[in-house]
């Protein structure tokens, strides 16, 4: 709720700020304010997954169930922004997992294979493995799930064309947006 109501601001300050003013030429597009917005364009995802891990001690399988959250987005520093009189190309890389996976561990629960006993409480060990594990788990998750993945890159797009155009109409000019798609991340 936070970063939205941040973002709102973001987009309304300028409107603000601006709009007191009698001078267009004051307020121009500036690629380097874009870029600085492509940092706040995340996607957080929420996932409820289950994990096998192995017991060290006994060799046994058992599952782990856990919820998390992580990140989408893209690098801010690969954005490439070329401006020539209202046309606006816009170079963005692919969207990656930004940061680490934060896991609640408070929902972490192992499920043995042989008793079918479900365990919330653990020795640090088996915290620090189910942690990792899940950890492991939930990058490769959202790293492989292609409707998150084209969410963000949605995200990405719709907030960046959203700034081009509240700039474009507090200076009167129409901007023409064309996309281009890096293969890196």
Avoid at 169 to 180: F, L, Q, R, V
Wanted: hydrophobic share 40%; aromatic share 8%; net charge neutral.
């Amino acid at each position: 709720m936070n970063k939205f109501l941040f973002i709102i601001i973001l987009f309304l300050f300028p409107i603000l700020f601006f709009s007191c003013s009698s001078r267009k030429d004051v307020i121009k597009l500036e690629p380097n304010e874009i870029i600085q917005i492509c940092d706040m364009a995340v996607l957080k995802c929420f996932y409820h997954n289950t994990a096998e891990i192995k017991n060290k001690k006994t060799g046994k399988r058992q599952w782990l169930e856990y919820d998390s959250t992580i990140k989408l987005g893209i690098d801010a520093s690969r954005v490439r922004i070329d401006i020539k009189d209202n046309i606006v190309t816009v170079q963005i890389p692919k969207i990656k997992v930004l940061g680490d996976p934060d896991i609640d561990e408070t929902t972490i629960k192992i499920l043995t294979d042989q008793t079918g006993i479900i365990k919330t409480k653990f020795t640090n060990d088996e915290r620090y493995d189910a942690i990792a594990v899940a950890s492991e788990d939930t990058i490769k998750s959202a790293e492989n799930n292609s409707l998150q993945i084209r969410n963000a890159e949605t995200r990405v797009k719709k907030i960046i064309e959203s700034y081009i155009n509240q700039i474009g109409s507090m200076t009167g000019i129409n901007y023409t947006i064309y996309w281009e798609s890096t293969e890196e991340a």
